[in-house]
């Protein structure tokens, strides 16, 4: 047996050199820091974004400005995840400047922030949440598992909520929008046999971002904060670590899950 213990590289094993990740909803909150940490760990990172360009253009600039190589490590490209169309051209322009695409993090989401009860709950509103959060993440997901890079390295990573779990009045709209996603993730992953790729949700419970803090008062704020084992909001890089994780090779035997990382909030 003496041949099966060896001294592992560690840090090899969850490095991501010279892969090239892309990440929805990159110019801010849980997104932005996701794709500062992958690129940290080596990835070259694709930024998008809806609406924000100068944020997501001045991260792609920072990003590019700490790192030792010439050519760019991070680009930001503009991309609304509700059209199938422009979410083909953001996996174009990703194969383009960088060539094969291995990870795909979707974090692209919106939550009505009036929080209405199901009984309240508008169609549009229902539709404006289902064709970002739900339909966004089928293009992407779609995309990916037809485009990420086959036999080894392809990680599908779908941001989802803790919501699914603590059904929260409020939030119907929303939980339903990402349980959808959950259940997507889970028979792409099978579908998937074969090539390499994995498939996974992460799902947060509160994080301290514009939109969690949208339309809340001081007083649900507390309540929520007071409600988490750990005494405190989720903070961006709470998240970051297992999204790293999973997008490594260290993470491929992790295929198939929904990972709630929430400080104990809901199990
Ligand atoms: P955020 O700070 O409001 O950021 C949302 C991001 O999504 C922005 O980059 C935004 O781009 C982008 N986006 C919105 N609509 C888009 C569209 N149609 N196409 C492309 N990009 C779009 O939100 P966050 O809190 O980081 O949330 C990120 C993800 O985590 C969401 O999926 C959310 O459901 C999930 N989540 C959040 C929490 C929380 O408490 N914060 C908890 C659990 C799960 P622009 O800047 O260009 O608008």
Same mark, same amino acid.
């Given at each position: 047996?003496?041949?099966?213990?060896?001294?592992?590289?560690?840090?090899?094993?969850?490095?991501?050199?010279?892969?090239?990740?892309?990440?929805?909803?990159?110019? +801010? @909150?849980?997104?932005?820091? *996701?794709?500062?940490?992958?690129? /940290?760990?080596?990835?070259?990172?694709?930024?998008? =974004? $809806?609406?924000?360009?100068?944020?997501?253009?001045?991260?792609?600039?920072?990003?590019?400005?700490?790192?030792?190589?010439?050519?760019?490590?991070?680009?930001?490209?503009?991309?609304?995840?509700?059209?199938?169309?422009?979410?083909?051209?953001?996996?174009?322009?990703?194969?383009?400047?960088?060539?094969?695409?291995?990870?795909?993090?979707?974090?692209?989401?919106?939550?009505?922030?009036?929080?209405?009860?199901?009984?309240?709950?508008?169609?549009?509103?229902?539709?404006?949440?289902?064709?970002?959060?739900?339909?966004?993440?089928?293009?992407?997901?779609?995309?990916?598992?037809?485009?990420?890079? +086959? @036999?080894?390295?392809?990680? *599908?990573?779908?941001?989802?909520? /803790?919501?699914?779990?603590?059904?929260?009045?409020? =939030? $119907?709209?929303?939980a339903a929008s990402k349980a959808a996603v959950e259940t997507m993730?889970?028979i792409v992953a099978k579908e998937l046999k074969g090539t390499g790729?994995?498939?996974?949700?992460?799902?947060?419970?509160?994080?301290?971002?514009?939109?969690?803090?949208?339309?809340?008062?001081?007083?649900?704020?507390?309540?929520?904060?007071?409600?988490?084992?750990?005494?405190?909001?989720?903070?961006?890089?709470?998240?970051?670590?297992?999204?790293?994780?999973?997008?490594?090779?260290?993470?491929?035997?992790?295929?198939?899950?929904?990972?709630?990382?929430?400080?104990?909030?809901?199990?």
């Open positions: 047996m003496a041949g099966e213990i060896t001294r592992e590289h560690a840090s090899s094993s969850s490095r991501l050199d010279g892969r090239v990740a892309i990440v929805t909803g990159a110019s +801010r @909150g849980i997104g932005r820091a *996701i794709a500062i940490h992958l690129h /940290s760990l080596g990835a070259r990172v694709v930024l998008n =974004y $809806a609406s924000s360009s100068t944020k997501a253009d001045l991260l792609a600039s920072e990003l590019n400005a700490s790192a030792t190589l010439s050519h760019p490590q991070a680009i930001a490209v503009r991309a609304d995840v509700s059209d199938p169309d422009q979410v083909k051209l953001l996996f174009d322009r990703a194969e383009q400047e960088f060539g094969s695409i291995h990870i795909l993090v979707n974090s692209a989401g919106v939550l009505d922030p009036k929080y209405p009860t199901l009984a309240n709950t508008s169609v549009e509103d229902w539709d404006m949440t289902f064709n970002i959060n739900t339909k966004g993440a089928f293009f992407c997901c779609k995309e990916a598992a037809n485009r990420l890079k +086959r @036999g080894g390295n392809g990680r *599908i990573i779908m941001i989802s909520t /803790s919501v699914v779990g603590s059904l929260l009045p409020g =939030y $119907a709209a929303y993730t889970k790729v994995t498939a996974n949700a992460v799902a947060p419970g509160p994080v301290a971002t514009d939109l969690f803090f949208e339309g809340k008062s001081e007083e649900t704020i507390k309540m929520i904060a007071d409600a988490c084992p750990l005494g405190r909001l989720g903070e961006p890089k709470d998240v970051t670590h297992v999204v790293g994780f999973l997008a490594s090779d260290a993470g491929e035997w992790i295929n198939g899950q929904v990972i709630r990382v929430n400080g104990g909030f809901v199990v």
